[in-house]
């Protein structure tokens, strides 16, 4: 099936040369999973679906773009789902953008601009069960992360650090690019969270200039007290990583992958590291909406 494309509830592949979104990078994003649910209601149902959506609703009054109604969004997804059943797709990925609007040209924008809702489908490739049992290597990237509180924690348009970052490596065998900023501090992979273990202590990289607050991340913070004792959200240096003894990744689509190295760095993968993948690739265990 090919991919879809709804844009302000039209399906579509054109957008005005005057959307901000292109002109500036003014705007956010969320990707995420979906599937069709057959069973007694028979619908699409998207993974972390209100996370998602609390946290663009949050990107958005942070950025002053007018957020849509959350009722012409739910509609929107319903629309492009429902289209994508038809063609004979039962799971996926959805991808939502929002950008200011159509503006004229310069920096400042007009309070009451309409955003730009651009939804998107893709088919959804399912990962080699080898990554989720064996784990898969890193390195770590020469582009530095871009340093910006203002922009911290928020799935913003301008991804040129993780672009550059991603054009690293061609390395089939590589399958993740870590950042660092120029203080030697581990942030996040290119496309991914980070989180270390200790024993029976986890521990993630503090967001406080940098780097993007992930919505698995979110939730395995939330859960942490089901798989380990405590958790440490502080500066991790890309010198102390001999210190931990496991290592894995987090986003919507992979939920949770563990590495097993990372350059000359080599960790293991023990049983609270091997339980927090399972739950979380089990259906029942994830939030739908």
Known sequence: ?????????????????????????????????????????????????KRHLNR????????????????ILQNYKDKILNKANRLGMKKGILKLLITRGVGMRGYRFENNMNPTIIFLVFPFSDYPDDFFQLGVAAKFCETYITSNRNFSGLKHLNRLDSVLARAEWNNEKIFEGMFIDDKKNIIEGTMTNIFFVKGKTLFTPRLLDHGINGIMREVVIENYDKFFDKIKITKIKKTSLNEFDQMFITNSLLKIVPVRK???????????TRRIIEYYQSAKNLEFN
């Open 1 to 49: 099936m090919k991919n879809l494309s709804l844009i302000n509830g039209v399906f579509s592949e054109n957008i005005s040369v005057f959307d901000r979104g292109l002109a500036y990078g003014d705007g956010l994003f969320e990707t995420m999973s979906w599937q069709y649910i057959g069973k007694r209601n028979k619908k699409n149902q998207v993974e972390f679906w």
């Open 56 to 71: 663009i609703s949050f990107s958005c009054k942070k950025l002053k773009i007018n957020f849509p109604k959350e009722s």
């Open 262 to 272: 990372i350059e000359k760095y080599k960790f293991s993968i023990f049983d609270n």
